[in-house]
């Protein structure tokens, strides 16, 4: 039984940036651009469905950033209309207007936060990673933000070569405007651990900045009482607990920490890492076509039997790495 208190989801595959080791520019030739509308969430989340079953929405993408989808906003005040959901925002913050981010604060309360992933101290050095960004409009999406709304700001940075050594002022900076909690992330996707990326990675940060498992680590330090550790669900702990390991695998899309993943293009799958358009996912590509809320609904795909018989092997590399029993403790099942 998949976990359907939590869903993922990217509302827009579309995006500004140029990141060059986001799948946009490592495998574009599959990339489709596009966008999930009000209709879309009208048709498959139900007033039933959300009160049923759903009690966390997280709007991030593999390939896109949520603020571009036309019907963010219009999708978050329909949903919110039916139940108190809790909201996560994960996006880059440029090119947005501060009357966008006014009106989106007002849609937002306590129980929602919004993560800015900023990697620089400048926008120079934030165009180093983030190609295409905009820094000064990050920082006043993130002011606008702070002022209309009491929801959690997140400054969301990965660790990388050029930025190590500017961890404590962007700290800094980022407590000065608002931000509730500095969150650092340590990435895998260093030349260290991927030859790809060369002997000689430029970004690759000091060994103590890089994850030493195969899934990212996160650091946070908070700045104010909203800046603490969110709360774990009770259903997670529940479904944790009550989780049974399968052939060396405790499947997270059992637990819902990490949610169940609906790309873009509207099509259902398990989790985002199954749904990373790299080559060792294109069995999933072709799965997920079955799962297409398009032209069946969520509670149709939900229940067909594929999930009650084939993917019980768990067969699948991401499985075989991100959900092997022996790393699904507590914490690694309760976190995002």
């Known amino acids: 039984m998949l976990a359907t208190w939590h869903f993922h989801i990217e509302v827009?595959?579309?995006?500004?940036?140029?990141?060059?080791?986001?799948?946009?520019?490592?495998?574009?030739?599959?990339?489709?651009?596009?966008?999930?509308?009000?209709?879309?969430?009208?048709?498959?989340?139900?007033?039933?469905?959300?009160?049923?079953?759903?009690?966390?929405?997280?709007?991030?993408?593999d390939d896109g950033d949520p603020i571009y989808a036309h019907d963010l906003i219009p999708v978050i005040e329909y949903i919110k209309s039916i139940k108190s959901v809790e909201f996560v925002i994960v996006t880059n913050g440029s090119h947005k207007k501060p009357s966008w981010w006014a009106e989106l604060g007002q849609v937002l309360d306590s129980n929602d936060s919004v993560?800015?992933?900023?990697?620089?101290?400048?926008?120079?050095?934030?165009?180093?990673?983030?190609v295409n960004s905009d820094y000064d409009s990050i920082v006043d999406g993130i002011k606008t933000l702070r002022a209309s709304s009491d929801c959690k700001i997140v400054w969301a940075a990965i660790a990388f070569k050029f930025n190590e050594k500017q961890l404590d002022s962007m700290k800094e900076f980022a407590q000065s405007i608002?931000?509730?909690?500095?969150?650092?992330?340590?990435?895998?996707?260093?030349?260290?651990?991927?030859?790809?990326?060369?002997?000689?990675?430029?970004?690759?940060?000091?060994?103590?900045?890089?994850?030493?498992?195969?899934?990212f680590e996160r650091e946070a330090t908070a700045f104010t009482d909203k800046g603490t550790p969110d709360s774990v669900s009770q259903t997670n702990i529940q479904l944790f607990k009550q989780t049974t390991s399968h052939n060396g695998i405790t499947?997270?899309?059992?637990?819902?920490n990490k949610g169940l993943y609906i790309d873009a293009r509207g099509r259902l799958?398990?989790?985002?890492?199954?749904?990373?358009?790299?080559?060792?996912?294109?069995?999933w590509q072709q799965l997920a076509n079955n799962f297409d809320l398009h032209t069946k609904t969520l509670t149709t795909v939900l229940a067909d039997t594929f999930w009650s018989a084939e993917f019980q092997t768990f067969k699948w590399q991401e499985c075989q790495s991100k959900c092997k029993t022996s790393v699904v403790d507590e914490k690694y099942a309760t976190s995002w």
């Open 115 to 130: 993560h800015f992933s900023v990697d620089g101290y400048d926008n120079d050095s934030n165009n180093l990673y983030r």
């Open 12 to 61: 827009s595959s579309k995006c500004t940036l140029q990141c060059p080791r986001c799948a946009r520019q490592e495998v574009p030739d599959s990339l489709v651009n596009t966008e999930l509308d009000l209709e879309f969430f009208k048709r498959n989340f139900t007033p039933e469905f959300i009160k049923n079953n759903v009690e966390k929405i997280t709007f991030c993408g």
């Open 251 to 256: 499947p997270l899309c059992k637990i819902g």
């Open 269 to 283: 799958f398990p989790c985002c890492w199954v749904a990373n358009r790299y080559n060792h996912n294109s069995d």
């Open 178 to 215: 608002g931000v509730d909690r500095f969150q650092l992330t340590k990435s895998t996707k260093f030349g260290s651990v991927y030859p790809s990326y060369g002997t000689d990675d430029p970004l690759q940060p000091s060994v103590k900045y890089i994850s030493s498992t195969h899934r």
